[in-house]
């Protein structure tokens, strides 16, 4: 900010840098082409390669491809110079992506580097070898990564620090664990600077895996002021979003105290918010803020494109935040520590910091403390001239939903002749917000000013401004008229002289804001309207002229004065109507016409002439929409214009009159419509951030947490170690929860017309079952008990149940109900269950080839042995590939024999499929193949060949998919289920959490929320079935006395094991409450005892 | 049978769009956008002529990104040269302006972008320390060592170090001495071969093996004023920001401990992360180890001051197609010592065709933008300096209606207008023997008299 003492140093400089030219690269810039770069790489000097490589750089810096040097350049990677060795990282790092094969030359040597005893090399090697972002060495990195994570340098531990996002950049989901718990050992490291660098890490990583952060919680908070500055920022952010989902809103913040008062009977037990509420001196009666509050916060947890979206505006308010927990600063540990740690940093130099912390106070601080955050604020303002505009967008939400806290700072927000014309603008609107009775004066003085700068624009804003500002306070309303009277009474307005456009601006700006003024209350006004009238002479700008003559038409009667004058001026305008625009002849016209259908009486005559001659005038007005308006007029007007002549002219029946007269009578009388307070529709997201200040959701941004959704992180953290142990299998396929996450979104969206349907199915004739079918196992709690037989008999609560959903079904239903339901929910379902991909070839790797492939659930047609895949060929390159053929990894084994003769060898092979002889680019081809897999779980190597190359690939297989399904219905289950106790049977339980988003959503989205169960079961059903191949046989639910309580809730999956078509039986218990994490029991029943085993770790793997 | 891929979706991008059709489209960008903050930064000359890329993330950013922002800015002009962030049709946009060097960050999603801005200031006042000043000759001419510090400063899009101390034993500064060993010699590494022990330790900001033959530290109070006067000729705001800036050569890691006289006056403070926010919570004592050299250990703001060093009165009255325009300068309060370097500049309103304007004391220039600079230096004793003259306006005006606003610049050492003293400064581990100096310095900041 602060150039140096010397003044001379400046000049001294600049005179060095031309006689020192000779020192720097500057010929390499500016010439870098001017010898032979190719011999200097190659050469055995350090100094010809750096200046070869500074060369490269120069052509890269100027925006030259220079990639053919690439092998080259890789070659010198392995120099012993540091100098040499920092210019091919940068080298490398520009071109990587590009030459992936020939970038994995370097790999060697980035490996001996990583154990070099110069912390530096180790350093930088890591971060180029992770920077590099190639699949095929993502395993190599990570494990570089997880040693360089204990490495005794601080320096490397932090470069490990920002190479994980890069490695999770690659999304292999193989890895995405380990990256995790590299992150989670990062984030209690005793380095701040490694903390700092984790907690970027987790942000990009791991955003919502707050279990890490709960374990450290305490932690982080108090090293938080030792992190470095950028670090800061994201962690503060990561704490803010903990605590909001760990213990929710604060009960004294801003947050709630907009709620309070929508709920205020329910909040006058709580003396306390009450006191602080008289403390800080808010007006309760404000209507105005309290919504405006209550819809930041909204927006701050919804996400304002949730929240404005919503139907209605009545419907907004009325839905509370059903989820929402309140938790009180005084007595919650957690959200004290966060405020306590957060503060020092208010007096951090780095601006992003500041607004961060004050961004936490905003949400979480009471409300008496909040004050804290002003003065830093302001002091931000100084920062740098970028930042400044920023910095004041945030300020304008803050000031909105509580002007009182800027209020006493208002000379803050003068404006300077050096602001940009948007700082400008935004000024002025903080200032309109913050004026009170006290600094209004100090601000309409300012106004006045701003009036008479030089940027006309910006002064037409502060004319607009004034009258924001007597809106805001009535009492100011005559000061401002006559300021802005004495405005339009200005010479440079009504001199004779052309005015420019902009000057018109602020006339027009100014006439505009008297209008609003008077709109608020007319007749004190009246001599205003007056004193315009008879300035109408000497204003010259035809929009103003026309906002004049459409108020003497608005207010004709209002008061004393005007309808004594009145007479006087539509004289006046009818005389200057021919030289008047066609926007200020529009407005004469429509004067006109209200005075005239609102005169009774005495004058009549003298204004029928007026009119005619105006309409007449106007008949013949070269605008057509003047001509058109002029006889629309006549015609709606020709009972008041009272002429013979004109009678004959227009036909008009009786009624027809009456009708005219009704029709003028609504178009020109009072139109005191009171305006019904428009919603606020501001866009608000969080302090702080860039959709703030573009004013939409940028790609990446997300609300708020919702307040208490995570609970505590003890039991889930159990199980997720537990998961850990079950092997490569376990590890390979573990991304089935990620999918369902990522399928859950379309889900929900097609869950609002389901649930709509559901609820009209009663009047519906040809009726889908619902998806449930609730049977009478309320005891069946213990689950799984031995007399299932018995308890089926109990029907009568059965149809008690049923009949009140679908009365005409319970018919049906008590002869055949049971297989009648399982087959139809299988049918309905079905449309939703999104069977999962995997990513076969990548088109980096592959050469623009991009492969990937679905487990299909039809059964194959060569032999029941074989398991189909569909398998999706896409061409991402540019050239056409062709010949593309998979075959099995043993490509000197006929592929013929494999089909025929595999039965005896128990080798997974592949049916040969056919090729496929050629693909255009950007074309896609889904082709199905078959593979026996016998049973073997390891991933089964294969080779795609193409334009006469070949490329390894792995096909994962999936044991969900190893059976098919097998329908029944719950009687023959139970029967089957007899039969294999004991040994065949095996039991895992895991955790099912899949539910708690679909529940949260729903909220969201519906109005009236889907039975809870409901969606518990269709979570459970729609998981299991997008992930292995089974029938759904039947859903139990439990009548329980608690709602809320889905324990006992059981469903049926049935199948067969292809191969031997040995039936494999599924149970899925559920133990818990219906809006948190259930404890799922998974209990498999099947005579294979080991192919059951293996298919129980992959449900429990994708359940949990 | 149609097959729909879905790839995990953070639910992040869900936000922004609701039916399922669209976030289709979005799940599929989801896969090839990367998480990471800032993707590339660009370096402009002040001709729009892109010279220099740093490509931070693997998705690479193409460089017509620049070529839509030279166009918008050339037809947009001034007022999208001051837009600090711009969504353009495939990035944002955080842009810094430096001497007539553009610094321009690209990124697709969420970040804060007070981050980005902070960060380009820092990489400007890096460089701008490195190249002892910055214009597109200097960038050019040391492109290898920008490059090298923007790798050091940034890595996958999140800034690493930033120290400009640190920096500074990474990668050594284009000094004379090293330019004149690499012509002699031709070895020109500027890259350290070791890392700075200040990464290592737990003050991060400090090298813990420094040794100086003279101990010094200097610290001095530079502060800006800020002030407005209305057109009435009213002070309606006045205002210091300072910052005590200290340079400090101290062999080990000294302790230091500096304390004002009237920390009251102190309206808010922020401090260099050296700073231990405890003792001046409570006794307002800063209490810090400073790193080495040159640096900001603090930066504060008083408020509400009543009294301004100078007056400056603008007249202006028109009449019939001229204007006459007189300033008069002089000392309101004299702050006890000499005031130099003032200067009056104002914008001539748009509608002036052309001026006339002289000066009893001191040099008028009126640049091309129509921008008048009177630099006085400093008051004589026996006159007040007057600028006086004529502004023809433009046909068919005959009265002046928009007034320029005058911003004055000054600069008197010695003093601290906002009347802060500093105390003492004390050291815990004294060494040998301590030189301890201190100075002052006021500057007019933005202070605008309105006429």
Redesign the interface.
Known sequence: ??PQ?GAT??TL??A??IM???????H???DPEDVNIAPLLDSKFD?EK?EAL?RL??L????FDVSNFFPQVVKNVASH???VK??V??YL??YA?KRPNEALLSINSFQKDLGDT???VR?WAL?TM??I?LHAIAPLVLVAVGKCARDP???VR??AA??L??L??L?L?ELSSTIEEIVGTLLTDNSP?VVG?AA?AFS?VC??NYSLIGKNYKRLCTIL?DV???GQ?VLI?ILLRYAIARHGLVRESMMFHLHSKEHSSSENDDSDVHSTVGKVGIDPSKKYDSELASMISRCYIE?P??YL?RSSYSNRVSLAFSGAKFTSCKNNEDVKILLQCTS?LF??????V???AAGVHWIMAPRDNIQRIV??L??LL?S????N???LCNIQVFAKATPYLFASHF?NF?I???D????KALKLEILCTISTDSSIA?IL??F??YI???D?KF?ADAVAAVGLCALQLPKMASTCLEGLLALTR???FT?D??TSEEEAGVLVQAIMSIKMIIKQDPPSHEKVIVQLVRNLDSIKVPAARAIIIWMVGEYSKVGEIIPKMLLTVLKYIAWSFASESSETKLQTLNTVAKVLSNSRGENLETLQKIARYVLELAECDMNYVVRGRGCFFRKLLSCHLGSKKLEDEVITSPENEGLLNVLSEHMFHEQAIQQSPVPINYRVYLP????Q??L????????LPKPCTILHDADTEADVSEQDGSGSFTGSLD?GS??Y???D??VT??GNTESGESGSSNEDENIQDPLIQISDESHLLPAASADLEELMSKRDLETWLDDQPSLPNSSIHKESKVPRSARISIKDIEKRV?P??YELLDPANGNGMKV?Y?F?SDVSNISPHVVTI?A?FKNCSIETISNIVLKHEDSTTKPSDCSESSSQDDVPALVPMQEITSLEPGQAT?ETIHVRFHHHLLPLKLVIYFNGKSFPVKLRPDIGYFVKPLPMDVEVFRDKESHLPGMFECTRSCIFKGHV?DLNKEKGDHTFSKDKFLVVCESIALTMLSNANLFLVSVDMPIAAKHDDASGLCLRFSSEILSNSVPCLITVTAEGICSEPLNVAVKVNCEETVFGLNLLNRIVNFLS | QTKLLLFPLSSSCSASFHSSGETQIVSEQAIQREETMLQCIFLLSDSGEVMLEKQLTGNRVDRSICVWFWDQLLSHGDSFKQQPVIASPTHYLFQVVREGITFLACTQVEMPPLMAIEFLCRVADVLSDYLEGLNEDVIKDNFIIVYELLDEMMDNGHPLTTEPNILREMIAPPNIVSKMLSVVTGNSSNVSETLPGATSSCVPWRTTDIKYANNEVYVDLVEEMDAIINRDGILVKCEVFGEVQVNSHITGVPDLALSFVNPSVLDDVRFHPCVRYRPWESYQILSFVPPDGQFKLMSYRVRKLKSIPLYVKPQITSDGGSSRISVMVGIRNDPGKAIDSISVQFQLPSCVSSTDLTANHGVVNVLSNKTCIWSIDRIPKDRAPLLSGTLLLENGLDRLHVFPTFQVGFRVQGVALSGLQIDKLELKVIPNRLYKGFRALTRGGQYEVRS
Request: glycine share 6%; charged share 25%; with cysteine.
């Open positions: 900010m602060f003492f140093a400046d400089s600049k060095s840098t020192f030219r000779i020192g720097t690269d500057a390499l810039y500016d100094s750096c500074k750089l120069a890269i810096a100027q925006g110079s540091l100098e920092k210019l990282y940068l790092l520009h992506q110069n912390p530096l350093a971060r992770a920077g972002r340098s601080v320096y932090k470069c920002t190479a996002p890069k999770h950049d999304r989901e600077a660098a970027a990009s955003p919502n002021p470095e500055e950028w920022i952010g996400g494109d949730d979206s020092p007096w951090s130099n780095n601006s992003a500041v607004l961060a003065k830093p302001l002091f100084r740098s001239r970028s930042s505009y920023v910095v000379e003068f300077l002749s050096t940009s014309y948007q700082t100090s003085k300012e006045q000013d008479r700068d030089p006309r002064a200005q010479d440079s001199s002289v052309r702080g951030s860039l959709s200040i573009v939409h959701a940028a790609p990446g941004y997300e609300p991304e990620g999918s996450n990522g399928s979104h379309s969206s097609g999104r999962k991909t990937d679905t299909s569909q999706t889904t988003d």
